[in-house]
């Protein structure tokens, strides 16, 4: 009996790079040796692929996650018909397509069968239907596996860790999302991400300012006066070790973020153009907050090279090491916090020092 941590991946949107940068993934066996991968999405889709990008990595196809082997690519089948293939091309037969797998991945891990949830890229608009209703995957799996809980984007690499805190949004709704509360929110989680999934005891964290130059003294906005500097300010007391505004451009340039163990940016671009510019191939998107771990590569369908075999795995291959990693850490982390020690005193009532143990005290 295996105790390989159980990897449900998603295929994505048929017409992309998913299953490319899958196969190229797992033709490396050692990737088989720490990790039991387990793919959701359609034989016949996948033998297609493979052929188009001459791929040598085989699969073995199961009916139940259950069934799942190690030391083998398992495959389950979970599109209702035939999917026709079209590379390059955004489809709603693709988008229905990659909401079955994404459907079925996420019912088999609420049912404790799989471990861990990494995502291909999805087109988010074909996907889009009276069952998928969000603006993306990270919304989708809130709402499905939260819990209750808030969900937080951060994008990774082996230099820098970004946070998001708003996320899907136009810009010109940013300034009107963003409050105290949402900030501190977001660093809560933040904050508590990096002990719990990362191992990390008191996290250093960076806060970006909103606008230019953080807004010059109230010259360029107001929002770092009334909003962002409040919500630091108030985290700070409760011990939680973040620090800015800074101005992004600055923060970047100079290379500052090496100080931090993580970074709070305001919005999708002023985190994600600085992380991809320092690593496009190797970033990760990771959703924290919730009580799934879920990786996805930090890129999109890159409908342009799809079927040509041209694309990188490495983004994948580092989704799927972030999300071992990370459930690594959460276990480690309950199995150490489940037996605390009692606390210690001395007893000063004769001339010992010797401890007692007081159940009745805290």
């Keep these: 009996m295996s105790n390989r941590i159980k990897v449900a991946i998603t295929q994505g949107d048929v017409n992309g790079i998913g299953y490319e940068i899958i196969l190229k993934t797992f033709a490396d066996p050692t990737m088989l040796e720490f990790?039991?991968?387990?793919?959701y999405g359609s034989p016949k889709v996948a033998t297609y692929h493979r052929k188009a990008v001459e791929s040598q990595t085989n699969f073995t196809v199961i009916d139940n996650a259950r069934d799942a082997q190690p030391d083998r690519l398992n495959l389950i089948n979970c599109n209702s018909e035939e999917v026709k293939v079209d590379f390059g091309q955004p489809t709603q037969e693709s988008g229905n397509a990659a909401f079955q797998a994404l459907d079925r991945a996420v019912r088999d891990y609420r049912e404790g069968?799989?471990?861990?949830?990494?995502?291909?890229?999805?087109?988010k608009k074909?996907?889009?239907?009276?069952?998928?209703?969000?603006?993306?995957?990270?919304e989708y799996i809130e709402h499905e596996l939260g819990e209750g809980s808030h969900a937080l984007?951060?994008?990774m690499n082996s230099s820098l860790k970004v946070a998001l805190a708003t996320v899907h949004e136009p810009i010109a709704r940013v300034s009107q999302l963003l409050s105290k509360e949402l900030i501190m929110d977001k660093l809560t989680i933040l904050n508590d991400s990096l002990k719990q999934d990362f191992g990390i005891e008191i996290p250093r964290i960076a806060v970006l300012a909103l606008n230019p130059h953080a807004s010059d003294n109230g010259l360029i906005g107001t929002e770092e006066e009334t909003v962002i500097v409040p919500a630091?300010?108030?985290?700070?007391?409760?011990?939680?070790?973040?620090?800015?505004?800074?101005?992004?451009?600055?923060?970047f340039g100079s290379g500052d973020f090496r100080k931090f163990d993580a970074v709070l940016a305001m919005y999708h671009d002023q985190g994600l153009i600085p992380l991809k510019t320092i690593d496009m191939e190797g970033g990760v998107n990771y959703t924290a907050g919730l009580p799934v771990v879920r990786t996805s590569p930090d890129h999109g369908t890159a409908y342009d090279i799809a079927g040509k075999g041209a694309a990188s795995e490495e983004s994948m291959r580092q989704a799927i090491y972030a999300a071992v990693d990370i459930v690594r850490h959460r276990r480690h982390e309950k199995a150490i916090s489940a037996n605390p020690l009692k606390k210690q005193y001395f007893d000063r009532r004769d001339d010992s020092d010797r401890i007692r143990l007081d159940k009745d005290r805290d």
Excluded at 232 to 251: L, N, Q, S, T, W
């Design 35 to 39: 990790c039991t991968p387990i793919v």
């Design 113 to 123: 069968l799989t471990d861990v949830i990494v995502t291909a890229p999805i087109n």
């Design 126 to 138: 074909t996907i889009h239907s009276d069952s998928f209703s969000f603006p993306g995957h990270t």
């Design 153 to 155: 984007m951060i994008l």
């Design 232 to 251: 630091i300010e108030e985290m700070a007391a409760r011990k939680v070790h973040c620090f800015g505004p800074f101005a992004a451009d600055g923060f």
